[in-house]
């Protein structure tokens, strides 16, 4: 199997060309923030807090994650139940990075990436894909660009829809999330040693997809 590592901090543009890059290879993507977000979604619905450790990771021992495609868009199911929209909501989204810190509760999930994996040809992103999921994956990527840019990304994402919301707000969370997530024990979002860096604060998508596949190629 041919797999495609893409690591990186929030907002970098990571589902966004991973998904270009899979469709084009004919490869599945494996979103696996949306795996994490929706065991945060269980605990959220039980009433469980990030810091209730024991009962976090009770919980997310309990349920069952899958995931799914429809047309070719990746949907995660909570015990049968699809969740895909309601993980997208800011406050499970904060509560993730939270849960994300403990590893009985990685454990499940890296278990589940490294079948879909050995199984599948797949373009796989999230924070530790190459230096702990697929440590051997044929390529490793580590996308970024600066927290102003993404927070830019992410402002124009939420004005489109309608929201109305505070730039300087979006970079402050997403400086929080940065830190939880290369800060946290087990983990932590690193460049791997064999990843390619792309930064690409000054690049659009169109140029991160040709970067990309020039890579593969
Ligand atoms: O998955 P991740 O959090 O890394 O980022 P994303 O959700 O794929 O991208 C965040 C936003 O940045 C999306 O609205 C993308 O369309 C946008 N983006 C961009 O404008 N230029 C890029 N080079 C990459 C992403
Ligand atoms: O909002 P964005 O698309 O950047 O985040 P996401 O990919 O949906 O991931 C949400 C959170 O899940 C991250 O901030 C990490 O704390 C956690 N995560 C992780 O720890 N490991 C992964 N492989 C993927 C996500």
Redesign the pocket.
């Known amino acids: 199997m041919y797999n495609i590592a893409i690591d ?1 901090p ?8 991973a998904k270009i890059v899979a469709k084009e290879l004919g490869y599945i993507y494996v979103d696996t923030g949306a795996m994490y977000r929706t065991m945060a979604l269980a605990c959220y619905r039980a009433g469980i807090k990030s810091d209730q450790k024991e009962e976090v990771i009770e919980k997310c021992k309990s349920v069952d994650v899958s995931l799914g495609y429809e047309n070719g868009t990746q949907k995660v199911y909570l015990n049968g139940e699809d969740v895909s929209i309601e993980i997208r909501q800011e406050v499970i989204g904060n509560m993730t990075s939270a849960i994300a810190v403990y590893g009985p509760v990685r454990e499940i999930l890296v278990k589940m990436q490294q079948e879909l994996a050995a199984k599948n040809n797949v373009v796989m ?1 999230g924070r530790d894909i190459g230096t702990a999921v697929l440590p051997n994956a044929d390529l490793k990527i580590y996308l970024t660009a600066s927290s102003r840019t993404r927070a830019e ?2 402002y ?2 939420l004005v489109e829809k309608g929201q109305k919301c505070n730039i300087d707000d979006i970079e402050k969370d997403i400086i929080d999330r940065d830190y939880r997530d290369m800060h946290r024990e087990v983990s932590p979002l690193v460049q791997a040693e064999d990843a390619v860096l792309v930064e ?1 604060s000054d ?3 169109e140029q ?1 997809v040709e970067a990309i596949t020039k890579l593969v190629k």
Request: no cysteine; glycine share 16%.
């Open positions: 990186g929030a907002g970098a543009g990571k589902s966004t060309i992103d990304r992410r124009k994402e690409s690049m659009t998508i991160v």
